[in-house]
């Protein structure tokens, strides 16, 4: 390939991530915004439980882009991807912190302490993925974590270890195990490095227990 296309194809590569990871951010988001996570499942509408389940469907596709096979041809495509949906997630939160009037020197020091958070979750649930568990362990992590909310200010996952689960919130907690389930599952990488995500419809609880 001629020099001047491998330039013109480096500059293009990092734009084309970038707008590809903000696709996948806006797809994110708009699932995370789902009314019925908040009135059947019983997540808390407040910003601490919103940023748990926003980071659980950011980290869900960020694991199943860099989790492709280096010998996989769009191998490259997916970490590029994977990071440019990362970062437009990190500046989103930047963005926040500073539109609730957090000050600039205080912003690093909130960014770093979500960061932790961030990356504790990502890696938990990417555990849980590839063991292979029972729903039990999913669900247990959830009723922890979405579920309590505590998570956007505190960079100790173990914080609430101890802290006893009820049986409503748990049962909550093993039905969003399910759909999370089916959102790794119904994973399409192809979609995925196109900009598209199609995440499962979550279920309506609500009418289930009336059945």
């Excluded at 759909?179 to 979609?191: C, H, I, N, V, W």
């Amino acid at each position: 390939m001629p020099p001047f296309l491998n330039s013109l194809k480096s500059l293009l590569k990092p734009r084309t991530a970038k707008r590809t990871g903000d696709s996948l951010y806006l797809a994110c988001v708009m699932q995370a915004r789902l009314p019925v996570f908040y009135l059947d499942y019983g997540v808390e509408d407040a910003i601490g439980a919103r940023f748990e389940l926003l980071t659980f469907h950011v980290g869900l596709v960020v694991t199943r882009l860099k989790s492709l096979p280096a010998e996989d041809p769009r191998h490259d495509q997916a970490q590029e991807t994977a990071q440019a949906l990362f970062d437009s997630f990190l500046l989103a939160l930047d963005s926040t912190l500073r539109e609730q009037g957090v000050g600039d020197l205080s912003v690093p020091k909130k960014m770093k302490k979500l960061g932790q958070v961030i990356y504790t979750r990502m890696k938990r649930w990417d555990d849980i993925w590839r063991a292979d568990s029972d729903l039990s362990e999913a669900a247990d992590y959830t009723a922890r974590t979405i579920m309590a909310g505590a998570g956007y200010d505190n960079e100790d996952d173990e914080a609430d270890a101890g802290a006893p689960v009820t049986a409503a919130v748990l049962e909550r907690a093993q039905a969003f195990a399910i759909y999370a389930l089916q959102a790794y599952d119904g994973f399409t990488m192809d979609s995925a490095l196109d900009g598209r995500l199609a995440f499962p419809q979550p279920a309506d609880l609500t009418t289930e227990s009336k059945v």
